[in-house]
């Protein structure tokens, strides 16, 4: 059983530039959660997917955006870049609650982007 | 809003001693509680949960948590250590009123195991 994958693995960007991270969520489960951690830093809550919607949403300005696809696999995409969003980007996977999903997000690996 | 607090951003603990990261949470509702590791270059691993019944978790790798609601309290403990424990540690807290809503985490505990 696969659980959480996410790719690329490491990205570097320059400032301006836009990224595309892609996330794809444990086997059964339907939503799909981001999380940016920054160095030395415990991970902050960016916005979280359902069929295919946003549902809810953390401190993070609109450069920040994200889609979720009918295979529950989503992309996070980052307009704009900054050098402060250097980061860990961690995707998490869960079943939704009001399908009897228990209340436990699955985390991949992350995806470590660097902006210079 | 809800918070988390983790004391200690580093414990040192000496091979096969016990080892306790303490964690304390602000919340005005219930709660669900979650301990995570993070070893070096990877993503989080679920150690224990806690969301309701009895108060005391026991974990993965031999650890257990015990939820204190009158201290606001969900510190991780573990009775004899190994190098292998040697992580960040993260303590999170949902709200259960929202189901699979966004986890709030504290700053992280960095256990490094001496041998």
């Known amino acids: 059983d696969a659980g959480v994958t996410q790719s690329p693995t490491h990205l570097i960007k320059t400032r301006g530039q836009q990224v595309t991270l892609r996330c794809s969520p444990k086997?059964?489960?339907?939503?799909v959660s981001w999380y940016q951690q920054a160095l030395g830093q415990g991970p902050q809550f960016i916005f979280q997917?359902?069929?295919?919607?946003?549902?809810q949403r953390g401190n993070f300005p609109d450069r920040f955006s994200g889609h979720q696809f009918p295979n529950y696999s989503s992309e996070l995409n980052v307009n704009a870049l900054l050098l402060g969003d250097s980061a860990l980007y961690l995707c998490?996977?869960?079943?939704?609650?009001?399908?009897?999903?228990?209340?436990?997000?699955?985390f991949g690996p992350g995806t470590r982007l660097l902006v210079l | 809003a809800q918070s988390v607090t983790q004391l200690d951003s580093q414990v040192p603990v000496f091979e096969e001693a016990p080892v306790e990261l303490r964690c304390n949470y602000s919340?005005?509702?219930?709660?669900?509680l979650f301990w995570y590791v993070q070893y070096p270059n990877q993503g989080l691993q679920l150690l224990l949960k806690?969301?309701?019944?009895?108060?005391l978790v026991k974990g993965i790798n031999g650890f257990e948590a015990e939820f204190n609601k009158s201290q606001t309290s969900f510190h991780l403990r573990k009775p004899s250590v190994h190098i292998s424990d040697t992580a960040e540690y993260f303590c999170?807290?949902?709200?259960?009123?929202?189901?699979?809503?966004?986890?709030?985490f504290g700053t992280g505990t960095r256990l490094t195991i001496i041998p």
């Open positions: 998490a996977s869960s079943e939704a609650r009001g399908r009897g999903g228990q209340e436990t997000q699955y």
């Open positions: 086997s059964g489960h339907d939503t």
């Open positions: 997917y359902y069929e295919e919607e946003e549902r």
């Open positions: 919340s005005s509702v219930s709660v669900y």
């Open positions: 806690y969301l309701s019944g009895s108060t």
């Open positions: 999170a807290v949902s709200d259960p009123d929202f189901g699979n809503e966004k986890l709030t």
